[in-house]
């Protein structure tokens, strides 16, 4: 069926007939008690001052089911057999991210619940007593996560596990402030009330489990969601940014997860200095960490999009505070932030990073051209698969980020009089990270110029026809010192050199060979598909069709995109030059065998070469087992004998030097 109304409602083919004698329960906001229902009615319209939506008719608008898995079935089924064993109309709906999910066909199954007549810990008590009752509810336990207003969180809720569900139990809510007090006074309200409180429109979607049907008691969600493709709050941006600072970095995480463009009003509210303000000094730097992990890693995950978001509102300052969200305290050292150059070009350098690690064209031994669509989880578009790169992807975004920081220290928080590098302090203070993280960000971001200069003499060497074995010690090392980050360093290297090669005048790419060619529109559309809004699959056959415009030059075709911050003046030759020279350090890295160096165990443990060099135990052997490692690297065909032979020569040299 097809209902109309401001706020659409629509019930699943598979409906439930047991369910049609309650709908004389639901709430009355104006929703009709017949097969066509809607949410809110015409007096929800007025209320906002819109026109009532119709969504009638095929092709008018988005068709709005949703039908449970057998396990959400089973789930749904003990939810209605709870509240009607309570006896008292009591109404179940799930609410929020799994609404939004399941309408974009989406799986979750994170399952929030809000009852409208009593509170969470009081229906969670009832569905154990309901559990127990059946013989069931020995094991079940309920969990109670009290209010911390301090933390904009003004809830109370019950966690527990139900039907192999974790389910979150709390009541529909709505608020009122008493005098100057910024904490609410919270009770229970009605469908629209808690609705109008929730972060965004497409977060504010109810499952009406009784009724098995979709509730948009904002009016906007379902447009938004499914055919608008707009990400607003259901109250005016300022105050909902207010009532939780936080919602801001989560209005940047759900637009770049699910494509949505931020509305004009939530993009201005970003600049109010009372909202900057409460974001920097009232929201933990956990919580704020927390916001960051979920644009870093995790379905839809696309980080360089979310920079590009922080940079566009201003917001790379507040997140990446180098004072740990200390400036301004009393007795803190003030410390200086990037200027908008900087984080400017951390943008670009990230979006390049972004599409080196999408693609692959780097480490993956394809031999088709590098310019297939990059990989949406990866922060690019929707296309054939790029082998992984190695390493961790996510830090190397992370470093990305941290460029402005780099080779920088600041004093250390807890040892007196002794310096830490700046981006493992960003790390650890300002976003909260593990400290792996922490460290892992501060070796790349401070060998990626080493990496640079190593990948330059490499490519000089094969381009005189000169043997590598020279550079083998040095090669090796460096990739020691970075282990398995190696990798994810050098496309941080790459992206740099990309982004500065990027910036150069436009010249003829006659010179350039095809998949340096296609490798650079492929980078051109990323940006570009990035900020369009059009779907992966979409996407996807763009970048496949254009293979076949092999002979157009990338110059030409910039003049058929949007304008492109990225790639719009970018000089093919100079790009194509870069690819091709990180290409050659990857192949030269792979032919050495040195691409697992740092595992290369020694031949003698540190008794055998005492034994073999007749030297006491001390500093001296530390010294000895690091030459025989050097050594090793040089001879990776050596044996024990031959390395003790060399050790002992340079031994008697030494000895016998003035």
């Excluded at 390049?352 to 669509?373: H, I, K, M, V, Y």
């Excluded at 490499?458 to 381009?463: E, G, L, S, T």
Aim: aromatic share 4%.
């Amino acid at each position: 069926p097809r209902n109309g109304g401001c706020g659409v409602l629509m019930r699943p083919a598979a409906g439930d007939a047991a369910n049609a004698a309650k709908r004389q329960r639901r709430e009355g906001a104006g929703l009709m008690a017949s097969g066509v229902s809607a949410v809110g009615g015409e007096g929800a319209a007025a209320e906002r001052g819109a026109a009532p939506m119709s969504l009638v008719g095929a092709g008018e608008g988005p068709q709005v089911a949703i039908a449970p898995t057998e396990a959400e079935e089973a789930l749904f089924a003990t939810l209605l057999a709870v509240a009607d064993s309570i006896g008292k109309g009591t109404v179940v709906r799930v609410a929020g991210g799994w609404v939004r999910d399941r309408l974009l066909r989406r799986h979750n199954d994170d399952i929030d619940l809000a009852i409208d007549n009593m509170t969470g810990v009081e229906f969670a008590n009832h569905v154990r007593e309901y559990l127990q009752a059946q013989g069931s509810g020995d094991n079940v336990k309920v969990s109670v996560i009290k209010a911390n207003p301090d933390q904009s969180k003004h809830l109370e809720t019950a966690t527990m596990k139900i039907a192999g569900f974790e389910v979150d139990i709390v009541h529909l809510r709505t608020e009122t402030y008493t005098g100057a007090s910024r904490i609410p006074v919270v009770s229970i309200g009605t469908p629209k009330q808690d609705a109008d409180r929730r972060d965004f429109t497409v977060n504010a979607l109810f499952f009406n489990v009784n009724e098995r049907m979709v509730e948009d008691f904002t009016g906007q969600g379902v447009e938004d969601l499914l055919r608008r493709r707009i990400l607003r709050t259901p109250l005016p941006p300022r105050d909902t940014f207010l009532d939780d600072p936080l919602r801001l970095l989560r209005a940047i995480r759900f637009s770049v997860r699910f494509r949505l463009r931020l509305a004009d009003d939530l993009r201005a509210a970003a600049t109010d200095p009372d909202i900057r303000d409460a974001l920097e000094h009232k929201v933990s730097r956990e919580r704020i960490g927390k916001e960051l992990e979920g644009m870093l890693s995790g379905t839809g995950a696309r980080f360089p999009a979310a920079l590009r978001l922080f940079f566009e509102l201003g917001l790379l300052d507040i997140v990446f505070d180098p004072s740990g969200g200390q400036n301004g305290a009393a007795g803190a050292v003030p410390l200086p932030t990037p200027a908008s150059q900087d984080w400017q070009r951390v943008v670009r350098v990230a979006e390049w990073a972004g599409w080196l690690l999408a693609d692959n064209p780097l480490f993956s031994s394809r031999t088709e051209s590098p310019g297939t669509a990059p990989a949406a989880g990866a922060g690019g578009v929707a296309g054939s698969p790029a082998a992984a790169v190695p390493g961790s992807p996510r830090v190397c975004l992370l470093a990305a980020a941290l460029l402005p920081f780099a080779q920088r220290t600041k004093p250390h928080p807890r040892k007196k009089g002794r310096d830490i590098p700046m981006v493992e302090a960003v790390v650890a203070e300002s976003i909260k990270f593990k400290n792996k993280d922490s460290t892992d960000a501060s070796t790349i971001t401070e060998l990626a110029s080493a990496l640079k200069d190593m990948t330059c003499k490499v490519y000089d060497a094969q381009a005189l026809q000169k043997s590598l074995s020279s550079l083998r010690l040095d090669i090796g090392l460096l990739l020691r010192r970075l282990k398995q980050l190696w990798p994810g360093a050098l496309v941080l290297a790459c992206a740099r050199d990309l982004e500065e090669a990027a910036s150069r005048p436009a010249e003829t790419t006659g010179d350039l060979d095809s998949a340096s060619r296609m490798a650079m529109c492929a980078a051109a559309l990323h940006s570009v598909f990035d900020r369009s809004g059009l779907t992966p699959e979409v996407q996807g056959h763009i970048l496949r069709g254009i293979h076949s415009l092999d002979h157009i030059g990338v110059v030409e075709l910039h003049g058929h995109l949007p304008a492109d911050p990225v790639l719009m003046h970018a000089s093919a030759t100079h790009v194509g030059h870069v690819l091709e020279r990180y290409r050659t350090f990857v192949t030269a890295v792979q032919e050495l065998g040195l691409d697992q160096v740092w595992m290369l165990k020694p031949l003698l443990n540190g008794k055998q070469l005492s034994d073999a060099l007749g030297l006491p135990k001390g500093p001296e052997i530390g010294k000895v087992m690091e030459a025989q490692v050097h050594w090793q690297i040089q001879h990776p065909q050596g044996t024990a004998p031959d390395c003790v032979e060399f050790l002992k020569s340079t031994s008697q040299q030494g000895a016998s030097a003035p």
